[in-house]
Nanobody
Framework: QVQLVESGGGLVQAGGSLGLSCAASGNIYRINAMGWYRQAPGKQRELVARITSGGSTDSADSVKGRFAISRDNAKNTVYLQMNNLKPEDTAAYYC??????????????????WGQGTLVTVSS
């Protein structure tokens, strides 16, 4: 099994900054993409930013220039640095990862997992 543990959410005033981290653990063979999604009350979950194992990134237009995603492959950890936060950034933020895990001797199976979510609240 592969698990994701997120940390770093909290309450911040508009214009402030927060950093999130998400660490993967378990029978990992290789992680492909890791990303951050968010879900505000009454809204659908949406992509915030994602990063491949090679470092290619994409992000939602609403966060471009304010949020930065990065990754430490040696630690199986993805980060999200959020600057100039706005009240509309308030949401539960979820980490997601996909890749390959060890399922037996010389055998791998693919996986896709979500973290438990961490709440980010931006006050005006």
């Amino acid at each position: 099994q592969v698990q994701l543990v997120e940390s770093g959410g909290g309450l911040v005033q508009a214009g402030g900054s927060l950093g999130l981290s998400c660490a993967a653990s378990g029978n990992i063979y290789r992680i492909n993409a890791m990303g951050w999604y968010r879900q505000a009350p009454g809204k659908q979950r949406e992509l915030v930013a994602r990063i491949t194992s090679g470092g290619s990134t994409d992000s939602a237009d609403s966060v471009k220039g304010r949020f930065a995603i990065s990754r430490d492959n040696a630690k199986n950890t993805v980060y999200l640095q959020m600057n100039n936060l706005k009240p509309e950034d308030t949401a539960a933020y979820y980490c997601k990862a996909n890749g390959w895990m060890v399922v037996g001797e010389n055998r791998q199976g693919n996986f896709e997992v979500w973290g438990q979510g961490t709440l980010v609240t931006v006050s005006s």
